[in-house]
């Protein structure tokens, strides 16, 4: 079993930067892909970014390339995602998530993961 909490959240303004955290426990955690997902209200979640267990490749929305980044420190069993420029859409609460599988192809499917975290808002103000 997989626990992930995520931290960072809050609100910023246009153009501001916020960094979240996802903690994560658990037996072999270092062995799981992580992904950021993303809720506004009204809307269906949706990806944002995604991470393979080692940290050597990384995968992102089109709406988020170039403002977003994802990192992971596996000696502390944390994943971050670091947002640059953000915008009034950015808004949602955003969500961490855990997979055993890296398969490209799915990697922007909620399906596709198997543990999630409980949220951590982000507001952005315009």
């Known amino acids: 079993q997989v626990q992930l909490i995520e931290s960072g959240g809050g609100l910023v303004q246009t153009g501001g930067s916020l960094r979240l955290s996802c903690a994560a426990s658990?037996?072999?955690?270092?062995?799981?892909?992580m992904g950021w997902f993303r809720q506004a209200p009204g809307k269906e979640r949706e990806f944002v970014a995604a991470?393979?267990?080692?940290?050597?490749?990384?995968f992102f929305a089109d709406s988020v390339k170039g403002r977003f980044t994802i990192s992971r420190d596996n000696a502390k069993n944390t994943v971050y995602l670091q947002m640059n420029s953000l915008k009034p859409e950015d808004t949602a609460v955003y969500y961490c998530?855990?997979?055993?599988?890296?398969?490209?192809?799915?990697?922007?499917?909620?399906?596709?993961?198997?543990?999630w975290g409980q949220g951590t808002q982000v507001t952005v103000s315009s």
């Open positions: 998530a855990a997979t055993k599988a890296w398969v490209v192809g799915d990697l922007a499917q909620r399906r596709a993961y198997d543990y």
């Open positions: 991470i393979s267990a080692t940290g050597s490749e990384t």
């Open positions: 658990g037996p072999t955690v270092s062995k799981y892909a």
